[in-house]
């Protein structure tokens, strides 16, 4: 039975043709493909509206094939390594390629030296932080679930325009910046919403329609383990 098998025995009978040991593949390593595209894109993806998701399954599609199971590189490693090149692929055919999502040396080279690359990225990116982006994510996933707020579910938090993103944006700053408010949140699990009114100019109807996405930020500036996520809010 599948389940029994090793990542490398799942990936050797779907070279062979295996169907279902390759669709057991892609369920497995969903979470890992929204994880690494929304590392390159710097924003949270959903799966119903983003297509960089779709481009990150077929990559991930194509290191099962490309993947050598005799090699010293791990599939992870590996699969990182396509799944950013096919969205560099991707933002460049769109014309939306931006140097900072660059994170690797992109010199037309052999697969077994971009595997080399890959894996020496992450050696280096893992030697400067404490977690894997995987374990960071379900860290903060564990941390928002406190407030009842689900990270799968966050990309619907999110305002739908910029002018409202800032303005909740600066909220968060606020509370965690005022020592008050932020001893309230942390007490209570609640925003202080008359002081956050009060400091911030916003009404109190914004300040209750965005609470969510305000905490999530707000999480993420008063953890230091949650500093690599400081990327996805435009926060220096």
């Excluded at 933002?91 to 010199?107: D, M, S, Y």
Aim: glycine share 4%; proline share 3%; hydrophobic share 35%.
């Amino acid at each position: 039975m599948l389940f029994l098998l090793g990542l490398k025995q799942h990936i050797q009978r779907a070279q062979r043709g295996d169907e279902y040991a390759r669709e057991q593949l892609i369920r497995n390593h969903r979470n890992f493909v929204a994880q690494i595209c929304s590392m390159t894109c710097k924003r949270y993806l959903n799966w119903e509206n983003d297509e960089e998701l779709s481009i990150g399954l077929l990559a991930l599609n194509e290191a099962i094939d490309g993947f050598d199971t005799n090699g010293k590189v791990k599939f992870t490693t590996y699969a990182q390594m396509v799944i950013k090149r096919r969205l560099i692929d991707y933002f460049r055919g769109q014309a939306k390629f931006q140097r900072e999502v660059l994170t690797t040396p992109l010199e037309e080279t052999n697969e077994l030296e971009r595997a080399a690359e890959a894996q020496a990225f992450l050696s280096y990116q893992e030697s400067n932080s404490q977690e894997s982006l995987v374990h960071l994510i379900d860290y903060y996933r564990s941390r928002l679930a406190v407030y009842g707020i689900d990270l799968n579910e966050l990309p619907e938090y999110s305002p739908k325009h910029r002018d409202t993103r800032e303005s909740l944006l600066q909220a968060a700053l606020a509370l965690v910046n005022d020592r008050d408010m932020l001893d309230f949140w942390k007490k209570n699990g609640q925003l202080p919403l008359k002081d956050l009114c009060e400091s911030t100019g916003l009404s109190r109807k914004v300040l209750e329609k965005g609470r969510k996405y305000v905490i999530a930020l707000a999480v993420i500036f008063t953890d230091s383990r949650l500093t690599p996520l400081k990327q996805f809010t435009n926060i220096p």
